[in-house]
């Protein structure tokens, strides 16, 4: 488990404002990537000529086209051409890998501090480091790595019990194991307590060498905040979170930009499904288990709730099982 071979798969859609920063960030790593999958999915500007003209410079880079579908489809879309180049590789080849966007600018050593980290901790499964969006980010000033100015950043505050969904990190044996990713919204949250399911360990870090710049705020969607606010009301309600749990999350996030609208936009999303009565994801196990730990964290604290999870899972960690059948 100590080999550095990493894959990195990339959909992207009409990526042309950011993609040349985030390609020249990944092509300048202290460890670059075995293989480095780009799914264009349908873009209309920019993005194909600019793929091209990196894949003809770097021979690790491969481009698939995909057709237009005719408009970005968030969630299961978005996994969808993700595994248009997952398919088109043998995982067995690879020790990690990794979908990452391409609206990212990474630090230089980034997937070698990663795998440094997972080396040293076999049962780390799936990793990530911190996301922040400039505070002017509409102007996109140049990066100076580390990031240490966190004044002239604004921390997207996700929580240490997950990786980062624009930038999921994954040991090859944990992303089989856990059946890889389903396709829909709340993908991002629900491999990773998969992951805690079956002993693995889900994790990011804000470290300096570890914190990347998200070009495209989180949650802003492809249309305006209130839209992707209403959709990470409605994922949780899919994931299978309890009322009370997103009532406490949404208080916090509250406090993020766009201030209190964001909150009220996600508690929409949630309780409104709650009203259509929406289908959720997988069955009574999944969600026992995830509402165990998230009444965990209400009353104990997140941190002292992770540990004693990830402690008391640990005997179910077998990176050398075939994947089990686990709820769909």
């Not at 067995?92 to 890998?97: G, K, N, P, S």
């Not at 949404?250 to 929406?278: D, H, K, N």
């Not at 995830?290 to 004693?308: D, I, P, S, T």
Request: hydrophobic share 35%.
């Amino acid at each position: 488990m100590n080999g550095r071979r990493y894959c990195l798969i990339t959909p992207c859609r009409d990526e042309a404002q950011y993609a040349r920063r985030a390609l020249e960030s990944i092509v300048s790593q202290s460890v670059p990537p075995a293989l480095w999958v780009l799914v264009d999915d349908g873009s209309r500007d920019e993005t194909p000529a600019i793929l091209a003209e990196f894949a003809a410079r770097y021979p690790f880079l491969r481009v698939i086209r995909r057709p237009d579908r005719g408009d970005r489809k968030l969630g299961g879309g978005v996994i969808d051409a993700f595994y248009t180049g997952y398919e088109s590789i043998d995982p067995r080849e690879f020790d990690y890998v990794c979908k990452l966007d391409l609206d990212l600018e990474m630090p230089p050593t980034y997937f070698e501090s990663l795998m440094q980290r997972m080396q040293a901790n076999p049962r780390i499964g799936t990793c990530s480091g911190k996301a922040y969006f400039p505070v002017a980010h509409s102007q996109l000033p140049p990066t100076q790595f580390p990031l240490t100015r966190l004044e002239d950043y604004v921390s997207e505050k996700i929580g240490d019990d997950h990786s980062l969904g624009m930038a999921k990190f994954y040991r090859t044996r944990c992303f089989t194991q856990i059946g890889g990713f389903i396709r829909q919204l709340a993908w991002d949250g629900i491999d990773s307590h998969r992951c805690r399911q079956l002993g693995w360990i889900a994790t990011s870090w804000d470290a300096p060498e570890l914190r990347f710049v998200h070009m495209r705020p989180m949650g802003t969607s492809h249309k305006n905040w209130w839209t992707g606010r209403v959709r990470h009301g409605f994922g949780h309600y899919f994931m299978g979170t309890t009322p009370v749990w997103m009532l406490a999350s949404t208080a916090y996030r509250m406090t993020r930009p766009p201030v209190l609208i964001g909150g009220v936009a996600a508690l929409w999303g949630y309780f409104g499904s709650m009203l259509r009565r929406a289908p959720r994801y997988g069955g009574a196990e999944f969600r026992s288990f995830l509402r165990r730990y998230q009444w965990a964290c209400l009353v104990k604290g997140k941190q002292r709730a992770l540990q004693e999870l990830d402690a008391a899972q640990a005997p179910l960690w077998n990176p050398e099982r075939e994947a089990p059948a686990l709820e769909d």
